[in-house]
């Protein structure tokens, strides 16, 4: 969520997308090894559910390049609209946390993979906030605790970045000299783990997520306008 609305501003919506999953990839990979390893994933779930992630992502990626051929204007003020949503979000959820609620007793498998599917299109077509959304299905119609929730989202995450890097490799649509050392960092916070959100929590992120959003909004929005 952080890294992509600075690469789509700088790099454009040809390279963006790309960019930012190869670099992703790696740092979500390391932090599902250290969920995995406190047996926080559920595999299961993950065997059922990453397949339609997968496929999901590789057509929502195709479907993003094809649009960039033919209406590539319009790519970027779509995108700003979609940061300038998830910027006032993250502030609502900073200022007013939602209540916690009890998981369903009884999963209800058939819909959630429906919202897998929509949440995988999602992710390879847009990005950011994926997390968020499939957090939400695996708690709310796999009745997944919350850990075990977000351990399984970074395992289906990495089949959604893999499905959609499919369609980014194979296009050309990498910018390796930004992608590599962005993947190294990846790697990097991914083992190591970010203090910061150790010390002050989700909200200092929240917040830093909805100023790097909305600047990312505003400056799209404003090149947009600009004659050209």
């Known amino acids: 969520m952080l890294q992509l609305p600075p690469l789509l501003a700088f790099v454009g919506p040809s390279y963006a997308l790309g960019t930012n999953k190869t670099a992703s990839i790696f740092g979500t990979t390391a932090a599902l090894f250290r969920y995995a390893r406190h047996g926080s994933v559920r595999w299961r779930q993950v065997a059922l559910v990453g397949p339609v992630a997968f496929l999901g992502s590789l057509a929502g990626s195709l479907g993003y390049l094809e649009l960039v051929k033919r209406h590539a204007h319009a790519v970027e003020p779509a995108f700003a609209v979609v940061f300038l949503v998830l910027a006032v979000d993250q502030v609502r959820r900073t200022l007013r946390p939602p209540a916690p609620r009890a998981t369903?007793?009884?999963p209800r498998v058939g819909v959630?993979?429906?919202f897998a599917a929509g949440i995988a299109l999602y992710d390879g077509a847009i990005g950011p906030g994926t997390g968020i959304f499939l957090f939400w299905a695996f708690t709310t119609w796999?009745?997944?605790?919350?850990?075990?929730?977000?351990?399984?989202?970074?395992?289906v995450n990495v089949l959604t970045n893999a499905g959609s890097l499919v369609a980014f490799v194979?296009?050309?649509?990498?910018?390796?000299p930004v992608a590599l050392p962005m993947a190294a960092a990846n790697l990097a916070g991914g083992l190591l783990g970010?203090?910061?959100?150790i010390r002050h929590g989700v909200r200092l992120i929240r917040?830093?997520?909805a100023v790097a959003c909305a600047g990312a909004a505003v400056y799209l929005l404003v090149r947009?306008?600009?004659p050209r």
């Open 104 to 106: 369903p007793a009884t």
């Open 112 to 114: 959630g993979l429906a």
């Open 142 to 155: 796999f009745a997944l605790s919350p850990l075990e929730a977000t351990g399984t989202t970074k395992a």
């Open 170 to 176: 194979t296009q050309g649509a990498v910018l390796w």
């Open 194 to 197: 970010a203090r910061s959100a």
């Open 207 to 209: 917040l830093v997520t």
């Open 224 to 226: 947009g306008l600009a």
